[in-house]
């Protein structure tokens, strides 16, 4: 996703919150205009920079680790989508999307979710 979005039209801003930042942070980074370490930071305060930048939409990458997902109750964005998510919903109502997949998340199941579902495929790649 991120190494294929048009840069003339999208300002791409990656926040990472591991503490082992190694070779996939690096990839992620060499894919966005702009990188902020926001690893030392709570929830409350890192939630406050990313609405500072005023970020319209934030994406979560890793939403299978609490921490990574805590930021969101805090809602510093006004459209927040998780993608790539490992287990099933966030069960936060401040994230507005789950990209996910027909074969994982088939149609019909979508009451067990906090988030809107959005499935995509790769049948036709």
């Known amino acids: 996703m991120f190494a294929h979005h048009d840069r003339t039209r999208f300002h791409v801003t990656g926040y990472a919150r591991n503490a082992r930042q190694g070779e996939t942070t690096e990839t992620l980074r060499g894919h966005t205009a702009a990188s902020r370490d926001i690893a030392g930071l709570g929830d409350a ?3 406050a920079k ?47 999307y789950l990209v996910t997949e027909e074969s994982t998340d088939p149609v019909g199941c ?8 959005v499935r995509i495929s790769n049948r036709n790649i």
């Open 45 to 47: 305060d890192a939630a």
């Open 50 to 96: 990313i609405r500072a930048e005023e970020i319209g939409v934030l994406v979560i990458c890793t939403s299978y680790r609490v921490e990574a997902r805590t930021v969101l109750a805090y809602k510093p964005a006004p459209i927040q989508p998780c993608y790539s998510n490992l287990v099933s919903t966030t069960g936060l109502e401040a994230v507005d």
């Open 110 to 117: 979508d009451d067990l979710y906090t988030e809107a579902l």
